[in-house]
Nanobody, 125 residues
């Protein structure tokens, strides 16, 4: 069983910034697309951002220009830098690993094999 470990959530004011981190086993990290999802109360889990092993990335329209995903291959950590935060960004954020090869970045939660426990991000107005 592969365990992903998330950290970095918290409470920030609108317009502020926060950086989330997710550590994965090296073998999983090196061979997987690493993604970020979020789930607000009463809502479905939705795609936020992801990065392929080769470094290309994709973002949900709602976060483009504000969020940046990055990978530290030496440390096997994926980050989500969140800037210009809005109250509607409030959610539990999850990191996930998609081990499928030869496919583009996927945005459906069910396509991902391993998940972190989630970290709460709350943005006040």
């Amino acid at each position: 069983q592969v365990q992903l470990v998330e950290s970095g959530g918290g409470l920030v004011q609108a317009g502020g910034s926060l950086r989330l981190s997710c550590a994965a086993p090296g073998h999983t990290f090196r061979s997987s697309t690493m993604g970020w999802f979020r789930q607000a109360p009463g809502a479905e889990r939705e795609f936020v951002a992801a990065m392929l092993t080769i470094g290309s990335s994709a973002y949900a329209d709602s976060v483009k220009g504000r969020f940046t995903v990055s990978r530290d291959n030496a440390k096997s950590i994926v980050y989500l830098q969140m800037n210009s935060l809005k109250p509607e960004d409030t959610a539990v954020y999850y990191c996930a690993a998609d081990s499928r090869r030869l496919v583009p970045i996927r945005t459906t939660p069910g396509d991902y094999d391993y998940w972190g426990q989630g970290t709460q991000v709350t943005v006040s107005s």
